[in-house]
């Protein structure tokens, strides 16, 4: 069982990574889904925190290999996996609801983006400030941004493909995660 477990592991770090470098490739920096964090989440609610880490560690190295390593590389990283952790936790191979994996996904998402806007603002700014940068940056152009209320739109698009995937992994049945 532990073969299956790592496999699907390796699957879903590939698949996040992938689907990353392909939206970066059309689209760009611009944010509007994160598939790191998705997949990490699947990982995590479906194999545990041990594999939801390890997802969503491997999914943000491995792609920033290829779009650019940085210092927020340890930043998105650590708290992807993270997610990871906390969503294996809270679900531990249990079947949820696709209304409770979007909604605990949605907010699993916000704290990670308002972590990683905080901590990377933190060396720039005072703490109170590099909060507050950090959250306004989620619904407005701040330091240097562009586009507005990015934030719900990317956490939203991205708790919406987590509860499908959820929801259509555990419909396969038959022992796929379980053990």
Request: aromatic share 12%; glycine share 10%; with cysteine.
């Given at each position: 069982m532990k073969t299956r477990?790592?496999?699907?592991?390796?699957?879903?770090?590939?698949?996040?990574?992938a689907l990353r470098f392909v939206k970066h490739s059309i689209v760009g920096p611009i944010q509007f889904i994160n598939f790191p964090?998705?997949?990490?989440?699947?990982?995590?609610?479906?194999?545990?925190?041990?594999?939801?880490?390890?997802?969503?560690?491997?999914?943000?190295?491995?792609s920033d290999i290829f779009l650019g390593l940085g210092v927020w590389t340890i930043v998105t990283s650590s708290l992807c996996g993270l997610i990871g952790v906390i969503s294996g936790l809270i679900w531990n191979g249990r079947k949820a609801s696709n209304v409770e994996v979007l909604v605990m996904s949605y907010t699993l998402y916000l704290m990670y983006d308002i972590l990683t806007s905080f901590l990377l603002y933190l060396p720039?700014?005072?703490?109170?400030?590099?909060?507050?940068?950090?959250?306004?940056?989620?619904?407005?152009p701040v330091m240097g941004g562009y586009l507005y209320a990015v934030g719900p739109i990317t956490e939203f698009s991205s708790a919406f493909i987590t509860s499908i995937l959820v929801a259509k992994i555990n419909g396969l049945g038959g022992g796929v995660v379980e053990g």
């Open positions: 477990k790592l496999a699907l592991a390796a699957n879903f770090a590939a698949s996040a990574v964090c998705a997949f990490t989440v699947v990982a995590g609610s479906l194999l545990g925190p041990v594999y939801g880490f390890v997802v969503g560690v491997l999914s943000f190295i491995v720039l700014m005072p703490p109170l400030e590099a909060f507050t940068i950090g959250v306004l940056g989620l619904f407005l």
